[in-house]
């Protein structure tokens, strides 16, 4: 069973850069493809970004395309979720999912998530 810790969260003030870490210990994430989410205070979880298995495909929500890069090393056994020009509305708990269906994604997930990372931007 693959266990999934994020980390490299904090405080940033608009218009700076975070890199969000995902690490996988108790299995290899090749074989599953990688997203992250992230829940703001009173809304639901959404859908950020997600990579496939091989990496060459990857995709994102509309308000982050641009900003934000999703990468993987399957070597490391790690994700990471680059993100830039952050905005206010970037707040919020990001989690890191592994598995799920690519071509269904993010109607459907993978069965793990982390425990999440606080993300706060400031103006």
């Known amino acids: 069973q693959v266990q999934l810790v994020e980390s490299g969260g904090g405080l940033v003030q608009a218009g700076g850069s975070l890199r969000l870490s995902c690490a996988a210990s108790g299995g290899t994430i090749s074989m599953y493809t990688m997203g992250w989410f992230r829940q703001a205070p009173g809304k639901e979880r959404e859908f950020v970004a997600v990579i496939s298995r091989s990496g060459r495909i990857t995709n994102y929500v509309d308000s982050v395309r641009g900003r934000f890069t999703i990468s993987r090393d399957d070597a490391k056994n790690t994700v990471w979720l680059q993100m830039n020009d952050m905005g206010l509305e970037d707040t919020g708990v990001y989690y890191c999912?592994?598995?799920?269906?690519?071509?269904?994604?993010?109607?459907?997930?993978?069965?793990?998530w982390g425990q999440g990372t606080q993300v706060t931007v400031s103006s």
């Open positions: 999912n592994a598995g799920g269906d690519l071509r269904n994604y993010p109607a459907k997930t993978g069965a793990y």
